[in-house]
């Protein structure tokens, strides 16, 4: 797979599954148009230098726990030299299931961060607008992306990274499982936090949120 289809599969994926959904939550809880804007590019900035980092940093933290060791890496792309692809982690030697440990690390912590998504879907409301929007964005947004992405590239369009090397250690079917398990509950946690914020009438801003008055005929969500 070319880096220009890895850009080109990103870019659509960034927009698909995070742009949209952030910005169908963000109009749910009264933000306007120019605020959208600002919070979505916000959280793209805030993307480029987190996503890349946290992947990267997963396949490093489980190979050094089965004892591999970096010969050299790149933990997030170099954007400012108009890289916004390359992030990679070169071992020095190690035992084929020590790979298989590190290949499979950054969807552990995927599952591990939608489990956390999970118990801050109470709260969902008591966040501002933009601070709902960024948790939204890393505790499901971002593994959905994460798994998707990565594993469309191997599956659809004949890439050979993580999930390429994951078929080979371990039946396809699990590997398919795993993957789609994991899309299945970031999608789900998103849309039970985008649904469960009520639509709010007027304006709010990026760092407010409209909260209704308490009275003796009305009850708090």
Do not use: C
């Not at 912590?109 to 956390?116: E, T």
């Amino acid at each position: 797979m070319t880096d220009l289809a890895r850009f080109a599969l990103g870019g659509i994926g960034f927009f698909l599954l995070i742009v949209l959904p952030v910005v169908w939550y963000l109009k749910r809880r009264g933000v306007t148009d120019k605020r959208l804007g600002l919070s979505i590019l916000a959280i793209w900035v805030l993307w480029n230098l987190v996503h890349a980092p946290i992947h990267e940093t997963s396949h490093f933290l489980g190979g050094r726990l089965v004892g591999l060791h970096a010969r050299d890496y790149q933990l997030i792309q170099h954007f400012w030299k108009g890289d916004f692809i390359h992030g990679f982690i070169s071992w020095e030697g190690g035992e084929r299931w020590q790979f298989l440990v590190s290949s499979q690390a950054p969807y552990v912590i995927d599952g591990l961060v939608i489990l956390l998504g999970f118990f801050l879907i109470r709260w969902r409301t008591a966040f501002t607008p933009f601070v709902g929007a960024l948790i939204l964005t890393l505790t499901f947004l971002r593994p959905v992306f994460d798994v998707g992405t990565n594993y469309a590239a191997d599956t659809l369009f004949g890439g050979a990274g993580d999930f390429g090397f994951l078929f080979s250690g371990y039946p396809h079917v699990a590997v398919h499982a795993g993957a789609w398990m994991l899309m299945l509950l970031g999608a789900v946690g998103a849309a039970l936090t985008i649904m469960g914020v009520k639509r709010t009438e007027g304006k709010s801003t990026l760092g407010t949120s409209q909260v209704e008055p308490y009275s003796s005929n009305s009850q708090r969500e």
